[in-house]
């Protein structure tokens, strides 16, 4: 093989190289170049191999084809050659330079690039007349410029020296690695696409493995992770792929060039991520059971949060109304809810399928940054309130009836919408609960994601299953009597108080110019109902006027874009505005940080802020010198926050995270904070 006679080579190198040293040589002033031809004549089949043979003083290094964090490759200028066709200058394999944070791929000492060349004409003289541009860098870089030349004439050729260090450097050229004993044996890409895992074997031992990875311009690698095997004949390499940004980039179908390198071994590779597998989780049924019962039993609790508050007054009517019903009609009602609950849950789970399938990160309870969504929920959740509170009682249009009458509806199409309301409002109290459950569901396949939000499904519809089975829960109740107003009142302040968290989850994400407009809407809306069932003549004419004119005006795209502009997307003042990169600046200023992704809309978080960001001693601990507090904030979409997460495995919010020079990649908090757990954590990064 190459590799043994690659030894030879160096031996008879070195016993020829003081009588060989100084001839056809360019000298510059830190660095030497010629050319040289593995043939001492132009060989008759017209074809031949030369070398460009470049020395550096000692110190200087020169650039690979692609050069990493600075530099630029060696260039060749061949058009003075007369006679001859060169093909592209071969790259045998680099080194990885480093120098803080800052990678480049290069050599040192010497190097020559092996070119194969056609002649058109063996009978005629060869002229190659070469220009080579390169760039020396020590502590300071130097650009050179050698033009080098060579003629043959044609006769019988023969091998000499030359021909023998040509070799030694075409064999350093990476290839499909059979010369030199390496095996590429399977490249995999994370579910998140923006890292790849790379797996070799070899032949021979292996001393100092590394694996560069070109792609697009715009996407660098980082450093690879190695896992080396105890008896050195494989190893393991993880790569990251982040923008100049510091965020995550996303390598789904993008071309890249693997290399990998051993010394002077090399193996060179095409990939087409889109045709890459994606890494298995690992994870044994157990474990993956145990996420299952994660999400059912966090569905089920899901029932108690404030933000399902509303949907609980809806069923606390709905078993009211009930009262004295026959079975059949109380089990078949309770199933459609919970058939709508269900079917969310398979909507949301195709659709993180549907997103993930093109590269798409989704998020949980993203639907909550969407000012449309909520808008559209303020109305529902009030017009809910004004049922109960008996501002109205006609009937509305039948594709509205099921919903706005859902209290007192007996329609299938009314339960069912019961389950979907359900769901909707669900989803940002559910990260203290099924926050694990949830991020190994979208960083999994499409089976995990299936039978995970089916899990968290059936949680939540766990009562309405219950009645649905023992319909008697319900049949035994008392029959509706005057004793249901008072309820319908209390329940219907409930709904109110929830529009009210929804007008202040609204002044977060879209600006309180925004939430002023949907609070005079929701109230000119009142009227309009309150017109409508109490003016007699024109009354429906009027109230229906005011309606649309309130709906026109609260669904206004230059209201809502305008106060989307203006909304306020900075940080409290305790803590300072997130980045990747200013994190990893305090962090290498030896400061300790504690990062709070966070949202107006979450529920957990403002609770974790009460009951542990308050805290006295955790205050004193984070306001402490050298410690940062970093808040990034969700309220809004933000990509670059959700690539954050999804970085972490998460893909909702709580999430709470400590950097420091004991924890460089950071210690990760529960979804619920207490003052300990922060603290602990503060401690064990400070190293």
């Not at 230059?558 to 962090?587: K, P």
Request: charged share 15%; proline share 6%; hydrophobic share 50%.
């Amino acid at each position: 093989m190459r590799f043994f006679r690659s030894f030879a080579v160096v031996i008879a190198l070195l016993s020829g190289l003081s009588a060989h040293a100084d001839e056809g040589w360019t000298d510059l002033d830190l660095s030497s170049a010629r050319l040289i031809a593995a043939q001492t004549a132009a060989p008759a089949d017209g074809s031949l191999q030369v070398g460009i043979d470049i020395r550096l003083n000692d110190g200087w290094k020169t650039y690979w084809r692609t050069p990493g964090d600075a530099g630029y490759p060696v260039t060749v200028d061949w058009s003075g050659s007369d006679n001859a066709e060169p093909s592209q200058m071969q790259w045998p394999a680099p080194h990885r330079f480093s120098l803080f944070d800052l990678d480049t791929f290069g050599y040192g000492e010497r190097i020559v690039f092996p070119v194969n060349v056609d002649i058109p004409d063996p009978t005629q003289p060869v002229l190659l007349n070469a220009v080579v541009d390169y760039l020396l860098c020590k502590e300071i870089c130097v650009p050179q410029v050698a033009t080098v030349s060579l003629t043959l004439d044609p006769g019988t050729p023969s091998a000499g020296l030359d021909a023998q260090l040509i070799d030694l450097y075409q064999s350093q050229v990476p290839g499909d690695g059979s010369q030199s004993g390496l095996s590429l044996d399977e490249v995999t890409r994370s579910d998140t696409g923006n890292s790849i895992a790379v797996r070799v074997t070899s032949v021979f031992p292996l001393t100092a493995p590394d694996v560069i990875v070109e792609g697009p311009e715009d996407v660098p690698f980082s450093r690879p992770a190695v896992d080396l095997q105890e008896d050195g004949l494989g190893f393991t390499a993880t790569l990251d792929a982040e923008t100049f940004e510091g965020t995550p980039a996303d390598l789904s179908g993008k071309d890249l060039t693997l290399t990998i390198v051993d010394g002077t071994r090399g193996l060179e590779a095409q990939l087409d991520t889109a045709a890459l597998a994606q890494a298995a989780v690992g994870i044994s049924v157990s474990a993956f059971l145990g996420f299952v019962g994660i999400a059912f039993v966090g569905g089920m609790i899901l029932n108690l949060m404030p933000c399902v508050l509303p949907v609980l007054s809806i069923k606390l009517l709905s078993v009211v109304s009930h009262g004295g019903h026959s079975p059949a009609r109380v089990r078949l009602s309770f199933m459609a809810s919970a058939m709508g609950i269900l079917a969310s849950f398979w909507v949301l789970a195709l659709g993180a399928v549907a997103l993930r399938s093109v590269g798409v990160a989704v998020g949980w309870g993203i639907q909550f940054q969407n000012p449309y969504f909520l808008v559209f929920m303020a109305i529902v959740v009030t017009v809910f309130a004004y049922n109960l509170l008996g501002m109205f009682e006609i009937p509305l249009p039948k594709w509205m009836s099921g919903t706005a009458q859902i209290g007192n509806s007996d329609t299938l199409k009314g339960h069912f919408l019961t389950g979907v309301f359900a769901t909707l409002l669900a989803t940002p109290c559910s990260a203290p609960f099924v926050g694990t459950a949830i991020g190994f569901a979208l960083s999994s396949g499409t089976f995990e994601i299936l039978a995970i939000f089916t899990a968290l499904g059936v949680g939540l519809a766990a009562p309405f299953l219950l009645v649905a089975v023992f319909p008697g829960l319900a049949t035994s109740m008392p029959k509706p009597g005057k004793w249901m107003l008072t309820m319908k009142k209390v329940l219907g302040l409930a709904l109110a108080a929830t529009t009210v968290w929804l007008l202040f989850v609204i002044a977060g994400v879209s600006g309180q110019t925004l939430a002023i407009v949907v609070s005079v809407g929701l109230v000119v809306m009142g009227a309009a109902l309150w017109t409508g069932r109490s003016v007699e003549g024109r009354g429906s004419a009027i109230g229906a006027t005011l309606a649309i004119v309130a709906l026109a005006l609260m669904f206004s795209p230059s209201v809502i874009t305008s106060s989307q502009a203006g909304a306020s997307s900075v940080a409290t003042a305790d803590f300072g505005v997130f980045s990747i990169a200013e994190r990893d600046r305090l962090v290498s200023a030896g400061e300790i940080v504690f990062v709070d992704v966070t949202a107006d809309w979450c529920i957990t978080c403002q609770v974790n802020k009460r009951v542990a960001l308050s805290d006295g001693e955790v205050r004193a601990a984070l306001e402490a010198e050298g410690v940062a507090p970093l808040q990034a904030d969700w309220t809004q979409r933000d990509d670059s926050i959700l690539s954050y997460l999804t970085s972490h495995g998460r893909y909702g919010i709580p999430f709470n995270v400590v950097y420091g020079p004991g924890a460089p990649e950071g210690i990760v908090l529960p979804e619920l904070l207490s003052p300990g757990a922060v603290l602990d954590a503060l401690r064990e990064a400070q190293g």
